[in-house]
């Protein structure tokens, strides 16, 4: 698998990973599919997506719990986990308590990425990133992240940081959502700052499109059959065509899975790279 740098940080991660929302259920646990969602996310490591991304939130903790029994077969350096700490829970305490309770679902001593999922206005970025900075003090977190944050929220955080730095913003993008390469993109290129693009198949939309008669999913189809690739690997390979963005599609089916790690490790030409930008615009 193909790794691009996390941040300034000069540790490699996979340019592909895995998203975990909707495993396990969505705002509460759904224990019914628990096997196979193992199952699939020892997978996605074998295949060198082991950049898992997971949240308090997902499944009400569920998600962090299958993620937790799915790695501890492997070796802790073989997977990248990063979770995330809820809007409502990003005061000093909260997030220290917060932390804790995902390591115990991750049955894990670190997590690699710890972010702050949203963000919330009513509570001082400063606070929270003081207990950010306690949780890298102490040995329970490696790196602090934001994800949703636009320009100005982003400078905040890495304002309100004394030690450590933010290494990664986690936003939506793909295809079809573009609003972040206006700004958002940019500042974080100039800033050292890695992007995680979230829902890079528009939660499916975009493979749908691919499989269609669309003018887009003729262009897909068009550049797949050039490059030996499908549609969804182009569209995958857009998203991370971009030096500083990684991607965690989420995938649930083996064939899914091994579709994903193949849109790393190669590059779509630049001009096949503008083509395919403004076609979706
Ligand atoms: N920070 C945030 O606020 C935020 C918000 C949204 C998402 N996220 C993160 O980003 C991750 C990814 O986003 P997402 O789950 O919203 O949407 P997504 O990754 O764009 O789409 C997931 C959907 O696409 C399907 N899929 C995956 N690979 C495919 C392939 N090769 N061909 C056809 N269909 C495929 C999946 O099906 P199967 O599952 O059946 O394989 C699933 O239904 C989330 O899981 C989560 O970790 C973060």
């Known amino acids: 698998m193909e790794r691009k740098s996390l941040g300034k940080t000069g540790e490699s991660v996979a340019a592909i990973g895995l998203g975990t929302w909707n495993m396990g259920g969505r705002e509460s646990p759904d224990y019914r599919d628990d096997e196979r969602l193992i199952e699939a996310i020892r ?11 997971t949240a308090e939130m997902y499944a009400a903790g569920h998600a962090e719990e299958l993620v937790g029994e799915a790695i501890k077969q492997f070796s802790r350096d073989e997977v990248f986990i990063a979770t995330k700490v809820w809007p409502s829970n990003l005061r000093y305490e909260d997030v220290i308590r917060s932390c804790r309770r995902s390591l115990e679902r991750l049955q894990l001593k670190y997590v690699d990425l710890y972010m702050v999922h949203w963000p919330n206005p009513r509570i001082p970025l400063q606070e929270t990133m003081k207990a950010m900075e306690k949780l890298v003090k102490d040995g ?3 790196y602090i992240g934001v994800s949703n944050f636009d320009v100005e929220l982003l400078e905040e955080a890495m304002n309100a940081l004394k030690r450590e730095e933010i290494v990664a913003n986690q936003v939506e993008y793909s295809l079809e959502a573009r609003e972040v390469e206006r700004e ?3 500042f974080c290129e100039r800033n050292g700052i890695t992007v995680t693009a979230y829902t890079p198949l528009g939660k499916g939309r975009i ?3 691919a499989a269609s008669n669309t003018p887009r999913g003729k262009i897909l189809a068009e550049m797949a059959q050039r490059y030996g690739k499908t549609p969804v690997q182009i569209a995958l390979n857009w998203v991370i065509w971009r030096p500083n963005v990684i991607t965690i599609p989420k995938a649930a089916r083996k064939e899914h899975l091994e ?9 779509l030409t630049e ?4 083509r395919l930008s403004a076609a979706y615009t």
């Open 184 to 186: 958002l993109i940019p």
């Open 43 to 53: 997978y996605a490591v074998e295949l060198g997506m082991n950049h898992i991304d």
């Open 207 to 209: 493979p749908a499109e």
């Open 259 to 267: 579709e994903n790690a193949g849109a790393a490790g190669w590059r």
């Open 271 to 274: 001009e096949d790279y503008k």
């Open 140 to 142: 329970l977190i490696r």
